[in-house]
């Protein structure tokens, strides 16, 4: 189909607060654009384009405005070079725009920007998907960003890359924690970062608040406008430890109210502050699973673990009974193994199934998961045994009082081999086996993205039988404090790597992003990290550097260091 710039108009989809509308008369003030501008969930042939308006005093009404879009900044001033589409800012909206353009051209760099009552916001540049032979592919792989504990150079270094297609964004975008002594409160940088609003957020205007807050930031905002993002929300964006029926992080009886309704507003919030794709007619809200081709390199397959379909966590305090004064490991794996307790459900396994076989039908050479958390096997390091009781007690008195007892808990869980984390699909593995056999089944070549654990991660993934299935990459946290940070003196690292077959590296000290480069021939992993976040004033650089080669038929190579 050949592509106008008055034809197009006829194929643009509309997002929240996109639809055309009249004029309406214009309020006294001009607006501004304090949250910059960004895109998303690009397709071959489509991207989101976003902005928040921020209205002028005293406006009630919707502000009628343009998008426009080009192939180069001088476009955008040459009418007969630039694309236009009508939208409207909506204080039922939040006054953010998404609009979700159609009939572009695969592979194509676009540069765009708003204007409404005569202001015009920042550019921000996108690029659609390629479409059959795709050499390769550039990824910036992101998750954990805690705005009072640190200032999101992360952020600032993928704005600053000589190239990326796409950001990949795994979750705990925001957090909904706030106020004295909160999550990241004690930080350095709190008292010029403070959560604002200035206590947890519960309702929509709270979440609509923080979600604003974030996105006045000039890094994050800089690397929205760099390329398009693809986005999942973890837990953060809702509640700490979110499952189906309810999160770790959520009291009604402390007065924040009914579960769902609380939820629905969270994701409201997301939906208008995100340049995601909204749901297709019939699916809920909470449905984020979708799927991104590029070309015939590879497919990426967001899945969604928080709210779907989560059974109960369970936790080592709750669920792990103590007899005569020693872990019952038996009566604890039990419930642990329990086939019932789901993760990402049956209806969702199925599309990921059918996704990666036509994915592997197509003949793309790789298959990834984007999912919110680490898939690998990690049971907690035996640091007691590993240093010597001597030692290992001498440590622990040195930590600051709150940590000393989970500290030698994780110690102690590791003589039993039990997982390190049971909020990641090292607590629901009978379903972590349905998916790897998922992979094996349909031939896939899988590589595992994955955040909220606020560590680096280059993991092997097998199943029950030994098999090597799949290798994972871990992004670490933005800003958000790993385990590194908090327990000094501790061999985490090491600990950890030694302890697990499936472990290649691991940093859980380590603030950045995983830059991820796909050809034909290999997928290379650079852990970039940034040398502080206490200061805008950072140098970036890779820790280290893993790459996978495909097998024919299916699965991956070992793990090489770069």
Known sequence: MTVNRRGLLALLGAGAGATATPATAKPAGAPRFDHGVASGDPLTTALIFWTRVTPPPGATAPLSGQLKFARSIADLDRKDQFWWADVTADPAEDWTVKIDTR??????????????????????RAKTLPEGPTKDVVLAVASCSLYPNGYFNAYGEIAKLERVDAVIHLGDYIYEYGGPGSYGADSPTAGQRPHDPPHEIVTLADYRRRHAQYKTDPQLQAAHARAPW???????????????????????????????????????????????????????ADMANRAFQFGDLASLLMVETRLTARSHQLTYGADLPIVDGKPDAAAFKAKWLDPERRLIGQDQLAWLGGELASSVAAGRTW??????????????????????????????????????????????????GLPYNLDAWDGYPVDRERVLGTFKATGARPLVLAGDSHAFWANELHDTGGTRVAVEFGATGVTSPGAGDVIKGVPLNQGFE?????????????????????????????????????????????IRTYSVTPVAGGGVSALKPG
Do not use: C
Not at 117 to 123: F, M, Q, R
Not at 384 to 399: F, H, M, N, S, T
């Open 103 to 124: 009939g572009l051209s695969p592979a194509t760099d676009y540069v765009f920007r708003f204007e409404f009552a005569g202001v015009k916001s920042p550019v921000g």
């Open 230 to 284: 693809i986005t999942v929300w973890d837990d953060h964006e809702v509640a700490n430890d979110t499952w189906r029926d309810g999160a770790e992080n959520h009291d009604p009886d402390k007065g924040e109210g009914d579960w769902a309704a609380r939820k629905a507003a969270a994701l409201k919030a997301y939906y208008e502050w995100m340049p995601i794709r909204e749901p297709a007619p019939g699916r809920s």
């Open 367 to 416: 298959q990834i998961l984007g999912n919110q958390i680490v898939m690998g096997r990690v049971a907690s390091p035996d640091f007691r045994a590993q240093l010597g009781a001597a030692k290992w007690d001498e440590i622990v008195a040195g930590l600051p009082e709150e940590y000393r007892k989970p500290v030698s808990q994780l110690s102690a869980l590791g003589a039993f």
């Open 498 to 542: 030694d302890r697990n077959d499936e472990v290649v590296f691991t940093d859980h000290a380590a603030k950045g992003f995983v830059l991820l480069t796909l050809t034909k021939a290999a997928a290379t992993a650079d852990f970039i990290a940034v040398s502080t976040i206490l200061s805008e004033t950072y140098v970036a650089a890779p």
